[in-house]
């Protein structure tokens, strides 16, 4: 079924889309609501692309399990693990070594990048979120926390440890070299928007010259932060190289991350009364990437400059974890200026990235899709600023697809019944 020349799957997923902006109180129902309702289009009319009603959703879904698994594991872990480094004492000891004046917040966005680059977007975002509440005295703008999830975002862009975006990538075949020139946009992008977001929580709160006095590190805790964050790596270094054909068989990085957790319990146990939150923020982005997964590829447009640079501002609004999902399906682009476009691009909204979501899990405030565009302009100049920059120096170098079997059946494989095969 079409609504002028759109296949109804868009649609829907469009419309699920807006009732995540428009009611962002509910953001988890929505997602729900619209999982179920596309579920049941796609099971009466088009079916999958791997058959038709119930059996084609089960080999479906047999075919997605290991990523929706391995996300859900990074985001629970990831949660924990941040709250871990929050009870450290770290964030409370920084104020010694961070500028009194706005170059304080600023330093702090640039510690949040380097972080991201191997800890992970959420964990970066959340560490940062909580360093920024004990720094700021739990006065934090919002034009500010647009800049932590920026700071996050970019990087992580250009590397397949720091962001979800990137580690779907490597688990589907991406080569981690072909991300890593993100970073030259990425670093510009900080900068831009790293500035403006700094001075806006001068003038609203500025920082806290002095650590308080009793504050000390909890050097345990570290330990075990450094230990998961170990583990994490060690795995993906092993998967991708040793068992790279079996790196979609089974959910290995969220398996090793919560391994090290509990792995740890004897030493610190974790806050496990935040999983409860967690696991609502991260059944909203499965649901997305669930939908996402279903969607007909063959649809879209082809890969080129102009697509993805305009991918950067839809991932703003359609979440960058099934946007990535699509675009490993699709095929052809270049990773590395896609990885920085849907990354630092989902940052434009609040909900535009995991990063995001999570944040604003910690400040609620975040929750405003009118305040974040309003005292977080200085993303979207950034973005536009880190984009050109990337292209100037770089250019555009699209990757052959990495699946050539999965690129040949996503562009030819619709199920035969299905009213969009009639319209090719």
């Known amino acids: 079924m079409m609504v002028m020349g759109i296949p109804m799957d868009f649609v829907l997923f469009a419309a699920t889309l807006l009732g995540v902006a428009l009611f962002h109180r509910h953001t988890l129902g929505v997602a729900l609501a619209g999982l179920v309702t596309i579920t049941a289009y796609k099971l009466a009319f088009t079916g999958f692309r791997s058959g038709p009603g119930l059996q084609g959703l089960a080999l479906h879904m047999a075919h997605e399990w290991v990523i929706l698994t391995n996300l859900l594991g990074l985001l629970l872990g990831f949660a924990l693990l941040s709250r871990h480094f929050e009870d450290s004492g770290v964030p409370r000891v920084l104020p010694r070594y961070l500028p009194d004046d706005w170059k304080g917040g600023f330093v702090l966005l640039l510690m949040v ?7 992970d977007n959420i964990a970066a975002a ?30 992580g862009s250009g590397s397949v440890l720091g962001d979800t975006t990137t580690t779907m990538m490597w688990i ?23 500035i403006p977001a700094a001075l806006q929580q ?16 909890d050097w345990p805790r570290v ?30 990085l969220g398996t090793a991350v919560w391994g090290a957790l509990l792995l740890s319990v004897p030493v610190r146990a974790p806050h496990w009364r935040l999983l409860p939150e967690a696991f609502r923020g991260s059944v909203f982005l499965l649901s997305l990437l669930t939908i996402a997964s279903m969607m007909p590829v ?17 991932s703003a609004v359609f979440d960058n974890i099934p946007l990535t999902a699509l675009a490993l399906k699709q095929g052809g682009y270049d990773w590395g200026v896609l990885a920085y476009a849907v990354g630092f691009g989902g940052s434009m909204i609040w909900f535009g990235s995991s990063a995001g ?10 929750r405003s899709v009118g305040q974040w565009l309003r005292h977080g302009w200085h993303v979207v100049l950034a973005y536009i600023a880190g984009f050109a920059v990337l292209l100037g120096t770089l250019g555009w170098h699209p990757h052959e697809p990495h699946k050539p079997a999965d690129a040949q059946n996503a562009a030819t ?6 009213p969009s095969s009639e319209a090719q």
């Not at 589907?172 to 790293?194: E, I, N, S, T």
């Not at 170990?230 to 190289?241: D, G, H, K, P, R």
């Not at 979501?357 to 975040?366: D, I, K, T």
């Not at 494989?413 to 299905?418: F, M, Y």
């Open 113 to 119: 990048f380097v972080l991201s680059s191997f800890l």
């Open 126 to 155: 959340m560490i940062g979120g909580a360093i920024a509440h004990a720094v700021f005295r739990g006065r934090v703008h919002v034009g500010y926390l647009a800049g932590i999830v920026a700071a996050s975002n970019a990087g």
């Open 172 to 194: 589907d075949g991406v080569d981690p070299l072909d991300v890593l020139h993100a970073y030259v946009a990425a670093a510009v992008a900080v900068v831009v928007c790293g």
């Open 202 to 217: 001068h003038r609203f709160s500025p920082i806290l010259k002095d650590a308080p006095r009793h504050a000390h590190i």
């Open 223 to 252: 330990g075990i932060v450094g230990f998961i964050l170990v583990a994490a790596l060690a795995t993906n270094v092993l998967v991708n190289t040793r068992f790279s054909g079996h790196a979609d068989s089974f959910p290995f």
């Open 298 to 314: 063959e649809h879209l447009p082809p890969a080129s400059l102009l697509a993805t640079f305009g991918l950067g501002f839809v």
């Open 357 to 366: 979501v999570a944040l604003s899990n910690l400040y609620p405030q975040a």
């Open 413 to 418: 494989s619709v199920h035969p019944s299905s």
